[in-house]
């Protein structure tokens, strides 16, 4: 049985900003999820206090790559029958699960308003948390949009097929153009050398230097590893089933880049997780 952890408010951390990361791609079967998993798993074996939020709402599935039951998530919430904090996991190294619900379609269709307030409701929880990873699901839906601009940063992941980059593409331009977001990480998944990462990259960026005003920036390549699929099939995220894998050192280094990613200073004037610290900080 997983226990529902206690997240109440510390006062030692109140206030403190959130990095948070949104991981997307615009494309189903790129390994968004487990590139979420395993970032989040590597940050909370390195010390740190990480909050993982399953943002597929219609078709979550952390909570099954990770093994965890779940009694409540995410549809409980926005019904009223609890509140965020009561549906909260613990996985393994103290890593915070906030677990959506799966095969639930109106779950899958709830409104920019609704969106804004599951990202609002962020603020009564997590005093003490150093990062928040944010689990997109595929596509360009309002769903995907709303929980991207939220955050600070976005990481793009990308694998070699032609429909990845087409449709990473399309993500970045509506971002960037309906949403001013400029700064996009790129991330090379699944590849057979380091050569095809960078060279994904490079299609990438030329296609957006041509018609968007984005900056990329890349951040390495993950290698195809057949111990993801084993590892999936155990339950349990890479980092921790096959820890010297080459997937799980890339991963691990992914992990020491983060951290070295300066903290937010002040809002950007739209809704965001954990806006009022960044308010706060800034006044």
Not at 28 to 36: A, D, E, I, L, Q
Not at 211 to 222: A, E, H, N, P
């Amino acid at each position: 049985m997983n226990q529902i952890i206690d997240i109440s408010p510390s006062n030692s951390g109140a206030g403190k900003p959130v990095k948070v990361i949104a991981i997307t791609g615009g494309k189903g079967g790129v390994g968004k999820t487990n590139v979420s998993v395993n970032l989040g798993m590597a940050l909370s074996q390195q010390g740190y206090k990480v909050m993982l939020l399953d943002a597929d709402l219609g078709l979550a599935n952390v909570d099954v790559l990770l093994g965890l039951s779940t009694r409540k998530n995410l549809s409980h919430v926005l019904s009223g029958e609890c509140e965020l904090r009561d549906i909260v996991l613990e996985a393994p190294h103290g890593l915070q699960i906030v677990p959506a619900s799966s095969g639930t379609k109106n779950m899958a269709e709830l409104s920019v308003m609704e969106h804004a307030g599951i990202i609002q409701a962020f603020s009564e929880i997590g005093k003490n948390l150093d990062f928040l990873i944010v689990d997109t699901a595929a596509g360009i839906t309002d769903m995907v949009v709303s929980f991207t601009r939220a955050s600070q940063d976005v990481i793009a992941v990308v694998c070699d097929e032609p429909t990845s980059i087409t449709d990473a593409y399309a993500l970045m331009k509506v971002l960037n153009r309906d949403h001013n977001i400029v700064r996009f990480h790129v991330l090379a998944n699944m590849v057979h050398t380091s050569q095809e990462g960078r060279e994904l990259f490079a299609k990438l960026n030329g296609v957006c230097n041509r018609f968007l005003d984005v900056t990329l920036d890349y951040l390495g390549s993950i290698p195809f590893d057949e111990n993801v699929r084993k590892s999936v099939k155990k339950q349990k995220a890479l980092v921790d089933a096959f820890p010297r894998s080459p997937a799980s050192i890339a991963i691990k280094s992914l992990a020491k880049k983060v951290q070295n990613w300066p903290m937010p200073r002040d809002a950007s004037g739209h809704i965001e997780f954990f806006m009022e610290r960044l308010v706060s900080k800034a006044m």
